[in-house]
């Protein structure tokens, strides 16, 4: 994060979007595989916001988006490590979101489903059927609620679902 911030300047807007997937069979997740997918789609979301909230509180202004997944509300396609570690990432973003709100820093999730990327794609479990609207979504229709996001003072804590009508809340 210096390093960014040398280059760039201070964060104003940060989208916590690191993420892997293992589809794997209950039985085939191993205490290396929990621990992968916590520490890269869970701590990592945890550690690049600590990492710029000094800045955000400096300044009494901050966007933080958390890129979660409708597996965090609906379980999970790829497995039980994957949808915990997406879950965690909801109460993550909760948590900061009352915690900031007052120092002008909003903290929001986006739930996204099936997004036709090189993840969802390799997904041999990843079908459309699954997706009331009959197809994959796209990576501009989930980059365009991340706008909306980091430009609405307004809006903190909530997640947004944007997954076709999978999960509906």
Same mark, same amino acid.
Request: charged share 15%; glycine share 10%.
């Given at each position: 994060?210096?390093?960014?911030?040398?280059? &760039?300047?201070?964060?104003?807007?940060?989208?916590?979007? =690191?993420?892997?997937?293992?589809?794997?069979?209950?039985?085939?997740? @191993?205490?290396?595989?929990?621990?992968?997918? %916590?520490?890269?789609?869970?701590?990592?979301?945890?550690?690049?916001?600590?990492?710029?909230?000094?800045?955000?509180?400096?300044?009494?202004?901050?966007? %933080?988006?958390?890129?979660? @997944?409708?597996?965090?509300?609906?379980? @999970? %396609?790829?497995?039980?490590?994957?949808?915990? @570690?997406?879950?965690?990432? &909801?109460?993550?973003?909760?948590?900061?979101?009352?915690?900031?709100?007052?120092?002008?820093?909003?903290?929001?999730?986006?739930?996204?489903? &099936? %997004?036709?990327?090189?993840?969802?794609?390799?997904?041999?479990?990843?079908?459309?059927?699954?997706?009331?609207?009959?197809?994959?979504?796209?990576?501009?229709?989930?980059?365009?609620? =991340?706008?909306?996001?980091?430009?609405?003072?307004?809006?903190?804590?909530?997640?947004?679902?944007?997954?076709?009508?999978?999960?509906?809340?």
């Amino acid at each position: 994060m210096a390093a960014v911030e040398r280059e &760039l300047g201070p964060v104003a807007i940060l989208v916590n979007n =690191a993420g892997i997937a293992r589809v794997q069979k209950i039985e085939e997740i @191993s205490e290396e595989d929990w621990n992968e997918l %916590i520490a890269v789609n869970l701590t990592s979301c945890f550690l690049a916001t600590q990492a710029v909230l000094p800045g955000m509180r400096a300044r009494r202004w901050g966007r %933080i988006v958390n890129v979660s @997944s409708v597996a965090a509300q609906a379980g @999970s %396609i790829v497995g039980p490590h994957y949808a915990a @570690s997406k879950a965690g990432m &909801l109460g993550l973003t909760r948590g900061y979101a009352r915690l900031l709100a007052k120092e002008g820093i909003t903290v929001n999730a986006i739930a996204p489903a &099936l %997004i036709e990327t090189d993840m969802v794609t390799a997904n041999p479990n990843a079908r459309v059927d699954l997706i009331p609207v009959g197809r994959f979504g796209t990576v501009e229709e989930t980059a365009d609620v =991340a706008v909306m996001l980091a430009g609405n003072g307004y809006i903190t804590g909530q997640t947004i679902n944007v997954n076709g009508g999978w999960y509906m809340s």
